[in-house]
């Protein structure tokens, strides 16, 4: 039959202003400058603003300039949901913020500073590799751009690759001139130091100092490159200066201890821990300096320091697993059984990823496993301590009883130092504001997509329409005309299932519009939903009666739900109308297929074909009444033609290889099942015709597999369960033949001998 959608030649929508979206955005935009400057817009001039964009677009839209329209509302869009997302970040929500910005980059992949964000994100959030994608391409729509420059570089070396993040830094730096930032230049020098060209870092940092000053803060950040570069003694010297000159500079004294232990683990212990008692004294809320004391106190048996240390250290973080197994370990030793399993389940559960730290909490795992089996509880000790066990040979570590290295796992939780990194939290009532506002935002966005969509409906891209009303839905599902447009825009793409909820509900609303009641009705057609077709058209006789495609689809209709001399007189009078519709005659012969009167709907199909060759449908259904009369080669000659037609067609190729197989063809027949199998896991009946032949040339443990895949996909067929009989039987398994015996009898006295299946239409 023709397509539903050529039945209905309307237009789609019409674009509706909304008046709740009549906003200014100035305000939201001032909240931003304070809350947010946005990293890929530093020293650039600002580009036009978001009610600029929004406004002329307006305008745009009025005039009847839709091209121009969309470009403004996408322009708008790409920024509101960037600002939005780069929020989202600053707040460390990035399972919001990263989605936000894959739309952005969606409407305007163009825009390079999107990108940018995006890759920001996503390297914060722990993707390099999705970050790398988002700023190559960033850099390649700006390739003239140091911070898309500077932030490859941060990808590369983030992923190890010290000498390309050393290029991009260089790039970035050169294109910069004598504007060096301090994130650039930092990240050069630590560059230069992975690559271990310890003479071009200190001009790095020499240079710094001429323009950034001689200040306690750089000095920090300093050696902390050394730090994390091995670089020990160098570290050790910038963390003095950096004291030098401001004693109670926080950080310094315990990346100055952390320093003295990396230099001499063996006898770095006492001036580690001297330099933790000094950082607490400055920055008593600090977790590291406590947790490291901790450990130390742990590692020399000061076990009373270690205790208190790593009590304070699991208060100011308590969802944090560390200090938690380093309290389980110590209480352990002192055979404080009860404290000793406490830490070990809180540490466990505080584990959201259990390969934190080289699956560090293997070592819960097993203290726990100890003391469950100890204390008699032998079954879940035995459990934990083979949880233990996995996590190690997943992490390939050496059994480890006594706690890993101070040392390393202080290095491993320090990461390169940011300039951007201790950027303060947004004060709460300037959150709350810019909470409320991103609600009353929602429907100028909403607005500003639904728009795009009817754009893209009126250059018949409807597909892309539909998308874009669902994003509409998405922000702001109170849009007036919302259900009109995504389901008349899914009755034109074709997407008929998908037409359906929106039509309904737009109907439910407005029984009066015609248009959604003839698109809701085609679509109930396409999906072979019949008597929801005469529920839906039975309100709108006169445009069934003068409409051919309405009244084709419910003559149909009335054919299907068994009103078979109605539907058909109604097709009859379709065809002396017009004999040169195809579709009518396709469709009446489906009518007396249905009635099994296979000779007559034989005829009307050819004289279908004879208008329009090119319906695979219809060879389709005319090769299944040639084979319900017995005329196999032409059934064969149809179903070829069907497939040339549509190639994809499971279900014509499945026809074809059955009645290839009538006619002797197995060889053939059982390629082509291959295919459909292939093409289609879940076709039972497929399995079946396969197993069956496997059998036949004595595969049995092939066909066996075949017929079970066959019986799990379609239990209720009777005929599956006996030949899986006759194959396990074959295979000398008695008790599965006779259990598969059984069930096809139960079923052949419930069907009352429905045997093989009949080829269906």
């Known amino acids: 039959m023709p397509s539903p959608s050529s039945f209905l030649p309307s237009q789609l929508v019409e674009a509706r202003p909304l008046a709740t979206v009549s906003v200014r955005m100035l305000p939201f935009l001032a909240l931003l400058a304070i809350a947010l400057p946005s990293a890929s817009a530093q020293s650039k001039a600002s580009p036009p603003g978001l009610q600029q964009h929004y406004d002329a677009a307006r305008t745009f839209a009025l005039s009847g300039d839709q091209d121009r329209a969309a470009a403004e509302y996408k322009a708008f869009l790409a920024e509101a949901l960037r600002q939005i997302a780069n929020l989202r970040t600053r707040e460390r929500d990035y399972a919001s913020a990263i989605p936000l910005f894959a739309q952005a980059v969606e409407i305007a992949p163009e825009i390079s500073a999107v990108r940018q964000d995006f890759a920001s994100a996503l390297l914060s959030s722990g993707d390099p590799n999705g970050a790398k994608a988002q700023v190559e391409q960033a850099v390649r729509l700006a390739p003239n751009d140091s911070q898309a420059e500077y932030l490859l570089g941060r990808v590369l070396f983030e992923q190890g690759d010290w000498k390309g993040a050393k290029e991009r830094f260089e790039t970035a730096a050169k294109a910069m001139g004598g504007d060096l930032t301090f994130d650039v230049g930092y990240h050069l020098a630590l560059a230069y130091l992975k690559v271990e060209d310890v003479n071009r870092a200190s001009v790095v940092f020499d240079e710094m100092m001429l323009g950034l000053g001689n200040t306690a803060q750089l000095h920090l950040y300093f050696g902390h490159a050394f730090l994390m570069s091995g670089f020990h003694d160098r570290a050790i010297t910038e963390f003095k200066r950096a004291l030098e000159k401001d004693p109670k500079i926080k950080q310094a004294h315990y990346f100055l201890g952390l320093a003295y232990l990396s230099r001499d683990e063996g006898n770095g212990f006492e001036e580690n821990a001297a330099e933790d008692r000094a950082e607490i004294a400055l920055n008593p809320e600090d977790f590291r300096p406590h947790y490291d004391l901790g450990n130390i106190a742990l590692k020399l048996h000061r076990e009373e320091e270690a205790e208190r240390e790593l009590k304070r250290a699991a208060e100011i973080e308590p969802d944090n697993p560390d200090p938690w197994i380093s309290l389980g370990e110590l209480t352990i030793s002192q055979r404080r059984l009860p404290e000793a399993e406490a830490a070990m389940r809180k540490a466990i559960a505080a584990t959201g990823d259990v390969t934190r730290n080289q699956y560090q909490v293997n070592r819960a795992y097993y203290v726990l496993g100890r003391i469950l089996v100890e204390t008699g509880r032998r079954e879940a000790g035995a459990q934990a301590l083979k949880t233990s066990a996995e996590l190690r040979e997943r992490a390939q570590l050496p059994v480890d009883r006594s706690g890993s290295s101070v040392k390393n796992e202080s290095l491993a939780r320090e990461k390169e130092m940011n300039g951007n990194d201790q950027s303060p939290a947004i004060p709460a009532e300037q959150q709350r504001q810019l909470e409320a506002y991103f609600n009353?935002?929602?429907?100028?966005?909403?607005?500003?997509?639904?728009?795009?969509?009817?754009?893209?409906?009126?250059?018949?891209?409807?597909?892309?329409?539909?998308?874009?009303?669902?994003?509409?839905g998405e922000w702001y599902p109170q849009i007036e005309t919302l259900d009109r447009n995504l389901g008349m825009a899914q009755f034109y793409a074709g997407h008929y299932p998908e037409a359906i909820p929106p039509l309904f509900h737009q109907l439910e609303r407005n029984p009066a519009d015609t248009r959604v009641r003839a698109a809701l009705g085609l679509s109930y057609f396409a999906a072979e939903n019949y008597a929801a077709v005469l529920e839906t058209l039975r309100l709108?006789?006169?445009?069934?009666?003068?409409?051919?495609?309405?009244?084709?689809?419910?003559?149909?209709?009335?054919?299907?739900?068994?009103?078979?001399?109605?539907?058909?007189?109604?097709?009859?009078?379709?065809?002396?109308?017009?004999?040169?519709?195809?579709?009518?005659?396709?469709?009446?012969?489906?009518?007396?297929?249905?009635?099994?009167?296979?000779?007559?709907?034989?005829?009307?199909?050819?004289?279908?074909?004879?208008?329009?060759?090119?319906?695979?449908?219809?060879?389709?259904?005319?090769?299944?009444?040639?084979?319900?009369?017995?005329?196999?080669?032409?059934?064969?000659?149809?179903?070829?033609?069907?497939?040339?037609?549509?190639?994809?067609?499971?279900?014509?190729?499945?026809?074809?290889?059955?009645?290839?197989?009538?006619?002797?063809?197995k060889q053939e027949g059982q390629a082509l099942l291959r295919e459909v199998v292939t093409q289609n896991p879940a076709y039972a009946d497929a399995f079946y015709q396969l197993g069956k032949l496997q059998l036949e040339q004595g595969d049995t443990k092939t066909a066996i597999s075949n017929l079970e895949t066959g019986a799990r996909l379609s239990p209720a067929s009777d005929y599956i369960h006996y030949q899986l009989a006759m194959a396990y039987r074959r295979d000398s398994r008695t008790e599965e033949a006779e259990r598969e015996m059984q069930k096809y009898e139960a079923m052949k006295q419930h069907r009352r001998g429905e045997h093989e299946p009949a080829p269906s239409n």
């Not at 935002?441 to 539909?466: C, E, M, Q, R, T």
């Not at 054919?559 to 078979?564: M, P």
């Not at 059934?635 to 549509?646: H, N, S």
Request: aromatic letters at 8%.
């Open 540 to 665: 709108m006789k006169e445009q069934v009666n003068t409409d051919p495609g309405l009244a084709l689809a419910y003559a149909v209709s009335l054919a299907k739900t068994g009103k078979y001399d109605e539907g058909t007189a109604r097709m009859k009078s379709l065809e002396q109308a017009d004999p040169d519709l195809a579709g009518v005659h396709a469709a009446i012969g489906e009518a007396y297929a249905d009635q099994k009167l296979y000779g007559t709907a034989i005829e009307e199909y050819r004289k279908a074909l004879a208008i329009d060759p090119n319906q695979a449908r219809t060879h389709f259904l005319l090769g299944l009444s040639l084979m319900h009369e017995a005329t196999q080669a032409e059934a064969a000659q149809e179903f070829r033609a069907a497939l040339a037609l549509d190639p994809g067609d499971a279900t014509a190729k499945y026809h074809l290889a059955y009645t290839l197989i009538q006619m002797q063809k």
């Open 440 to 472: 009353q935002f929602k429907p100028a966005i909403a607005d500003a997509y639904n728009n795009l969509g009817v754009a893209a409906a009126s250059h018949k891209d409807y597909s892309v329409a539909a998308a874009y009303f669902r994003r509409a």
